[in-house]
């Protein structure tokens, strides 16, 4: 533990006597198990590659001081300053994604990462945690005054960012975005037929997704008859984890990351599947778990209705992500490209998920009469 008094009026002693201490330490668990991970799963994908063997976890180290800096910046902030903060976010990353389809690189052709020297900067990732913010703040001040179209403005704001996210094409984090503004939707009060809507039109989306896009098609049609497609990378992560069985075979003695070409970043659960164990993967589950449970706790203790609705937004946002990872890994969802957070590599995906966290540890500090300072009021 931190040896600071409760009288000391510093920056970082008013921080820490605010802040949820469990919440700072379910994230260090997460972060020491991403650099145990990028050890284990990176070095082989890096000599496959032709780069030297500690590439990515030389670049993982890069990645994360900033991105720990900016976490511990954000969660020293207040409401209304974290407000501000997702605004010129999402109008950065707005323009960013308008720009992604002209400028970006082509990657197994998306275009979802625009190049800036020796990195790759995926905006979609920064605008999540923003517009789930400026949806609640729209979402609350509807709630608060009937006159404001705070609603109609969050669907508008929505069908744009949807929009552009098509053109990249990336409908992973297009279900993903819909399944967190969608449940802080159902949280601000949203009636029954206004549900029933949505509901129809997210599944008539999937639908023609499916119908009209072939790798959606593919996909979905690989998951439900592994026989009608190339199921290689899910087919080696199900043998990683029968390898692994109860306790791992080892540290660094898997061979799931010789094979598969994504081992650092999307299938990293496997790897630690192999290594470490079912035991070693069901800690990790209950880590989020953990994280994710607290924050909705304090979201239940909050008075603030925007509050409420963001804490309840961007925990969704970084929960189902983490589960979604988890789930591809295990044959339970067709396969998509995405992180799990604070574990697999990727600079975009660390900043983005520190940038979310720390707004999560900003809202859920003690506020008011029982924090010490106005200032955290």
């Known amino acids: ?159 744009t960012v949807v929009g552009l996210l098509v053109l990249q094409p990336d409908f992973g984090q297009i279900m993903l975005l819909s399944c967190a503004w969608g449940l802080m939707f159902f949280f601000s009060g949203l009636s029954l037929p206004w549900v029933a809507a949505l509901g129809a039109w997210a599944l008539s989306g999937v639908a023609a997704a499916y119908l009209y896009l072939p790798h959606v098609t593919s996909r979905i049609d690989r998951f439900l008859d592994p026989a009608s497609g190339d199921t290689y990378q899910v087919d080696r992560a199900m043998d990683a984890f029968q390898a692994g069985s109860l306790l791992g075979l080892g540290p660094g003695e898997g061979l799931v990351k010789r094979f598969i070409p994504d081992a650092h970043t999307d299938f990293i659960f496997a790897v630690a599947g192999e290594e470490f164990g079912l035991i070693a993967c069901l800690i990790l589950l209950g880590i989020f778990c953990f994280f994710v449970i607290r924050c909705l706790l304090r979201a239940v203790a909050e008075e603030d209705h925007f509050i409420q609705l963001t804490i309840a937004g961007l925990v969704s946002l970084f929960g189902l992500q983490a589960m979604i990872n988890m789930a591809v890994t295990l044959s339970l969802l067709p396969a998509k490209g995405m992180t799990l957070p604070f574990v697999s590599y990727g600079g975009s995906s660390l900043m983005a998920n520190c940038l979310t966290v720390g707004m999560l540890l900003a809202l859920t500090r003690r506020r008011g009469a029982t924090a010490l300072g106005n200032e955290f009021a």
């Open 1 to 159: 533990m931190i040896a600071l008094s409760r009288t000391d009026r510093s920056v970082l002693g008013q921080w820490w006597w605010t802040v949820d201490r469990w919440g700072v330490a379910a994230i260090v668990l997460l972060v020491s198990i991403g650099i145990l991970l990028s050890f284990a799963a990176s070095p082989g994908v890096a000599v496959r590659y032709d780069y030297p063997q500690f590439y990515f976890v030389y670049r993982n180290f890069l990645f994360l001081a900033p991105s720990l800096a900016v976490l511990f910046a954000v969660s020293l902030l207040t409401p209304r300053q974290v407000r501000r903060v997702a605004a010129l976010v999402f109008v950065l990353a707005l323009v960013l994604l308008v720009a992604t389809p002209f400028i970006g690189a082509e990657i197994k052709g998306a275009r979802r990462w625009i190049r800036i020297g020796s990195f790759s900067l995926q905006a979609s990732e920064f605008i999540k945690p923003a517009f789930i913010v400026m949806s609640a703040w729209l979402f609350s001040e509807q709630n608060r005054d009937q006159s404001v179209p705070g609603n109609s403005l969050a669907i508008l704001m929505f069908l």
